[in-house]
């Protein structure tokens, strides 16, 4: 590892937010992009690598890189985007066993209203994801409805909140986070 990128890394470890936003401005692109060819989707590249920040974040102080920063990163994203495909894998596939039950369920009643059961868990589902996001801080609840709800992209939500694109990305992360948390998703 050459001296100046052991400095960063160091100050890094100690929470200097600076060496931070040097870290991620130098390979967050370059991440996305390689995570892109992997997911061959741009959102979900996207997650992938803010999470990888996030976590470096919250772990900066018992992260110990012995190797180049840079293939630890590209690693790291490499394992993400194989996690992310692991675990929406299964999820699909457990969607689509539903699908086939509520087809079946159409095809013998007639209609979707007949299958109970589908409704009171969407119902439930949508309850809670609603109690979720309004137990969410405010400018982080704010951030995500616009995100998830108007379909608006990160530079129009800075350009309304007067927030960095960052800040957004970072507030859309949390939001995230604290949703797979109450739901309990599991890290594959």
Partial sequence: M??????ILLD???????AFEYLFKSYYKP????AFQILKNQ?????????LFIRLWENRSRTDI????????YRSTYNGCLNYLRKHQNELKYRDLFKHHLSLDNSTNG?????????????????????IIESLPD???TIFKMSRFDAKSHEEIAGEMDVTVN?????????LNKIKEKFNFSRD
Avoid: W
């Fill in 2 to 7: 050459e001296r100046l990128e052991k400095k």
């Fill in 12 to 18: 890094f470890k100690y929470g200097n937010s600076q």
């Fill in 31 to 34: 991440l996305c992009n390689y």
């Fill in 43 to 51: 959102v979900q590249a996207e997650e992938v690598v803010e999470e």
């Fill in 66 to 73: 012995q190797q180049s920063f840079k293939a630890y990163l």
């Fill in 111 to 131: 209609s979707h209203d007949s299958y109970p059961l589908s409704s009171l868990i969407e119902k439930e589902l949508e309850n809670e994801m609603k109690e």
């Fill in 139 to 141: 400018q982080c609840r």
């Fill in 167 to 175: 800040t957004v990305k970072t507030q859309i992360m949390r939001a």
